[in-house]
């Protein structure tokens, strides 16, 4: 099946899950703070246990409300979850750079970014990120967050770079590289052939980025190839 038409019947399953036939349910007015609250729990719930299977029926009986309340945050179960993923990612970004604005040092700003996008990026269950990927709204917000990913990155090691404290590479390159690696994590292929953890893959990426970058004396200088024949240096 192409990524298309992945996409299309993931999105014909959320919809088919979305309510009972011929139910219809009155939008009840709650305050922003109660809003927030049902935010925080709903995500909690869909991080763990994805969301093409849940109904809206099945969310406000394990969030102990009523369908009115959940219709008050969005008005069908498709604009929950892209409510939901769209929240997850906001509040994710908000903490990450919380984390990084705390930070002097251009290399422990790398390090301290991918240790934040570890940490909220192993919230997601592997049935999230399943059902995140091959739902086309919620693929979009993701693309869109690993964008913004890839380019954060990209300044950071330009940041370094500007200061000395990094050696010259390609930030493009660099970022592009982070974001096909967090993929690879969240899809779990770079987990099963190296038995690694997701929080343990994002420590190794981060280290392997760091030293890669770091300014040395003699880094930036290419190692020249022995002329054929001439001894190797000691």
């Known amino acids: 099946m192409s990524e298309k038409s992945a996409q299309t019947a993931a999105v014909a399953r959320v919809r088919s899950a979305a309510a009972t036939p011929g139910s219809s349910v009155r939008r009840r007015r709650v305050d922003q703070g109660r809003r927030s609250e049902l935010l925080v ?38 604009q929950l979850v892209i409510a939901l993923t769209k929240h997850f990612f906001r509040q994710a970004t ?38 995140m990927v091959s739902y086309a709204p919620t693929a979009d917000v993701y693309a869109a967050n690993s964008d913004a990913a890839a380019r954060r990155v990209r300044e950071l090691i330009d940041s370094g770079v500007r200061a000395g404290t990094l050696r010259a590479v390609d930030g493009t390159f660099a970022g592009q ?58």
Do not use: W
């Not at 970014?113 to 269950?125: F, N």
């Open 94 to 131: 908000e903490d990450i750079e919380q984390a990084v604005g705390a930070v002097e040092d251009p290399r422990l700003r790398i390090s301290t970014y991918l240790a934040g996008v570890g940490t909220a990026m192993s919230r997601c269950s592997p049935v999230f990120y399943a059902d």
């Open 41 to 78: 729990a709903l995500e909690d719930l869909l991080l763990r246990e994805g969301f093409t299977n849940l109904t809206v029926d099945d969310m406000a009986r394990r969030l102990r409300c009523s369908k009115a309340t959940l219709y008050s945050v969005a008005s069908s179960k498709e």
């Open 177 to 234: 590289l982070v974001a096909l690696a967090i993929e690879g994590i969240q899809s779990g292929a770079l987990l099963s052939p190296t038995g690694l953890s997701a929080g343990q893959a994002y420590t190794e990426m981060a280290d392997l980025l760091l030293h890669g970058l770091n300014a040395t004396p003699g880094s930036t200088s290419t190692p020249q190839t022995p002329a054929p024949g001439s001894p190797c240096p000691a």
